[in-house]
């Protein structure tokens, strides 16, 4: 009696607990608000399998209650054996053909999505439609950079897509293995050293407009201490919008600074980050020699390192302790201590790098 109470206390305590960390998530971070086709079909899809699940186990619960019921030990019949259906072929065949059923009924829409979401024929070079957006995403510790390989352009860590039309991505990691995600747009996909993935997402205009033009993004692969931090944006904006954007960054120039404190500012980036780091979308570097976020409208992003609201506090913040931030990142160590006041100016000058 005394260890039954200690499990059912212990069963009770678990499932209070499970309870309350359900709703710990974030709504803008849920696949269960789908905002595009290729999350359509994957919400549909975890609803069939739900559906079958919960019809599983109501059938089998109404059977067991009917059996407990029927067949109870009744006083004077404690000896009295039930009829047994071993070697009943009907039973048999009924049990054996249900799940079979319950499979093809899962089977068939879940292939079928699975080869629509894995369709890339469009993104083929050759044959590729001038309007077809194709962006090339390359993940290292602990940020993202995205190419837009038809404009020329490169931007890191806030993705600009057009929505109501399918976007294709080339994919790939520069350093260890990474998961690009978008909860609420589309499923996870890897990205690999050796090779490249591929696949599609649509950003629908009306359910973008109620998040604010704004999805969040994440790396959905434990790749090290900051691999919960690895975040990024997507802003999804219409078509002409979207074609103002990129003819900005097509057409944008190294900044001039005026602003004496931002002066200051750009000669400190150029002494000590300008190796890494560039401030203009067309970098013509190789991949390999890009081992920094371009920069190039910065001042225009969500957030500071991915994470952080986009203000000078923050800023400041990021640029004088950096591993405080971000554990494990590339970027600490590798300039020296700045003082007050040149964080001052160089903040200045960050703020400063703007298309829009």
């Known amino acids: 009696m005394k260890k039954w109470l200690h499990n059912w206390r212990l069963f009770s305590l678990f499932s209070m607990i499970a309870l309350l960390l359900a709703g710990c998530g974030k ?16 919400f549909s899809l975890m609803l069939l399998s739900t559906a079958i ?11 067991f209650v ?6 109870r030990q009744r006083k004077g019949e404690e000896n009295k054996i039930p009829k047994q259906v071993e070697g009943n072929h009907t039973l048999e065949i009924v049990w054996t053909v249900i799940p079979i059923i319950l499979l093809i009924i899962l089977a068939v829409p879940t292939v079928k999505a699975t080869f629509d979401l894995a ?3 469009p993104m083929n070079k050759e044959k590729r439609d001038k309007d077809t957006l194709v962006v090339n995403v390359r993940a290292s510790l602990y940020w993202w950079e995205f190419e837009y390989p038809d404009y020329g352009v490169i931007t890191s860590q806030d993705l600009v897509v057009p929505t109501d039309e399918r976007v294709y991505f080339n994919l790939k990691a520069s350093d260890v293995k990474h998961s690009f995600w978008i909860p609420a747009v589309g499923g996870k996909i890897d990205t690999n050293i050796e090779n490249k993935n591929q ?16 999805f969040y993004g994440k790396c959905a692969e434990l790749c090290g201490p900051s691999h919960a ?26 900044p001039v600074v005026t602003d004496p404190v931002a002066k200051q500012g750009e000669e400190i980036f150029n002494k000590s980050c300008i190796g890494c780091h560039a401030v203009t979308p067309i970098d013509k570097r190789p991949e390999q020699a890009r081992t920094a976020p371009n920069l190039a409208n910065f001042g225009d992003r969500e957030r500071i390192a991915g994470i952080l609201e986009h203000n000078e506090e923050n800023l400041k913040k990021w640029l004088k302790d950096p591993e405080s931030v971000k554990p ?8 020296a201590k700045l003082t007050d006041e040149q964080i001052d100016a160089l903040t200045k000058y960050l703020m400063s790098l703007k298309v829009e």
């Open 328 to 335: 494990g990142n590339k970027m600490t160590g590798t300039y």
């Open 199 to 214: 696949f599609w997402l649509e950003f629908d205009q009306e359910r973008a407009e109620k998040a604010g033009n704004i």
């Open 229 to 254: 931090l690895m975040d990024f944006k997507v802003k999804a904006v219409p078509r002409e919008e979207f074609d103002q954007w990129i003819e900005k960054m097509k057409n944008a120039k190294k």
């Open 119 to 121: 369709d890339v024929k």
């Open 27 to 42: 709504p803008f971070l849920s696949t269960l608000q789908p905002a595009g086709e290729a999350a359509d079909m994957q």
């Open 66 to 71: 009917y059996v407990v019921i029927r067949f």
């Open 53 to 63: 699940m919960l019809l599983v186990i109501v059938v089998v619960t109404i059977i």
